[in-house]
Nanobody, 124 residues
Framework: QVQLVESGGGLVQAGDSLRLSCAAS????????FAWFRQAPGKEREWVAA???????YYSDSVMGRFTISRDNAKNTVYLHTNSLNPEETDGYYC??????????????????WGQGTQVTVSS
């Protein structure tokens, strides 16, 4: 069974940075595609970034140049470095994992497993 545990969220001021982590309990971690999504209460889950099994990265337009997704296959962990946060990015941040090498990396349907999320709150 695959388990994902996110951490690293917190309360920060506008312009600050955070590093979010997603620790995965999964066999063959290096074969999985991972992504970060975010969601505010009452809103749809929004794709933020994704990283393939070979390290190729993808970003939404809203975070391009400010966020960096990375993976450490030795530690079974995926990271999201967030810079220049703004209050509109106050959300729960969720990590997803999928074994399918095909499909739309920005779609929730690609990911089979999800963590419980970590809250990021950005004050103005």
């Amino acid at each position: 069974q695959v388990q994902l545990v996110e951490s690293g969220g917190g309360l920060v001021q506008a312009g600050d940075s955070l590093r979010l982590s997603c620790a995965a309990s999964v066999r063959a971690f290096s074969n999985y595609f991972f992504a970060w999504f975010r969601q505010a209460p009452g809103k749809e889950r929004e794709w933020v970034a994704a990283i393939s099994w070979n390290g190729t990265t993808y970003y939404s337009d809203s975070v391009m140049g400010r966020f960096t997704i990375s993976r450490d296959n030795a530690k079974n962990t995926v990271y999201l470095h967030t810079n220049s946060l703004n209050p509109e990015e106050t959300d729960g941040y969720y990590c997803g994992a999928g074994a399918d090498r095909n499909g739309d990396y920005s779609s929730q349907e690609k990911y089979d497993y999800w963590g419980q999320g970590t809250q990021v709150t950005v004050s103005s």
